[in-house]
């Protein structure tokens, strides 16, 4: 316990102090420590992006950054999307439109798709192809995570119209 440092930082909207190794990666404590099992261990080299969460606005891959860098960061992971009990669009999209087959690739898509559409509310197909290519999934072919995506930036583009 002597050589842990306690890390603070804002996990979907909660403040947590977790205390972590220096060396410890922010996977393994979200997934262990924390019990966010939502984004996934994959290749635990940045190349599958199942791990994908989004710091302070920005899609990282928690298999590669240590926690100690989230320090008074805001965090969003896949668990964090759903709103008082309501799925965000892009799940429910992904849902609809059948964007996932095994699911094991899911919550890195939704996380990244999250940013884009933060990012870009109206990206057309090769955007989305573009922003998702560093996520990689080995049963839908992408076609319905596109079509899952426009889906749900429609969505939220209807919804924002009828909130104004």
Same mark, same amino acid.
């Given at each position: 316990?002597?050589?842990?440092?306690?890390?603070? +930082?804002?996990?979907?909207?909660?403040?947590?102090?977790?205390?972590?190794?220096?060396?410890?990666?922010?996977?393994?404590?979200?997934?262990?420590?924390?019990?966010?099992?939502?984004?996934?261990?994959?290749?635990?080299?940045?190349?599958?992006?199942?791990?994908?969460?989004?710091?302070?606005?920005?899609?990282?891959?928690?298999?590669?950054?240590?926690?100690?860098?989230?320090?008074? %960061?805001?965090?969003?992971?896949?668990?964090?999307?759903?709103?008082?009990?309501?799925?965000?669009?892009?799940?429910?999209? +992904?849902?609809?439109?059948?964007?996932?087959?095994?699911?094991?690739?899911?919550?890195?898509?939704?996380?990244?798709?999250?940013?884009?559409?933060?990012?870009?509310?109206?990206?057309?197909?090769?955007?989305?192809?573009?922003?998702?290519?560093?996520?990689?999934?080995?049963?839908?072919?992408?076609?319905?995570?596109?079509? %899952?995506?426009?889906?749900?930036?429609?969505?939220?583009?209807?919804?924002?119209?009828?909130?104004?």
């Amino acid at each position: 316990m002597a050589n842990k440092q306690l890390v603070a +930082f804002s996990l979907n909207g909660k403040d947590v102090d977790v205390a972590v190794e220096p060396r410890e990666l922010l996977i393994h404590t979200l997934r262990e420590r924390l019990l966010h099992t939502g984004p996934h261990i994959g290749c635990e080299t940045s190349h599958c992006g199942a791990c994908t969460v989004d710091v302070n606005g920005m899609s990282v891959k928690s298999c590669t950054m240590l926690t100690v860098q989230c320090e008074g %960061a805001r965090m969003v992971t896949v668990e964090g999307l759903e709103q008082n009990g309501v799925l965000h669009a892009l799940q429910q999209a +992904f849902h609809e439109e059948h964007g996932l087959q095994c699911g094991y690739c899911t919550p890195g898509m939704l996380t990244r798709a999250y940013r884009l559409l933060q990012e870009n509310p109206n990206p057309n197909e090769e955007e989305i192809r573009y922003w998702i290519s560093g996520n990689l999934c080995r049963c839908t072919g992408y076609q319905n995570i596109v079509k %899952a995506v426009q889906s749900a930036a429609q969505k939220l583009a209807t919804a924002q119209l009828e909130g104004a």
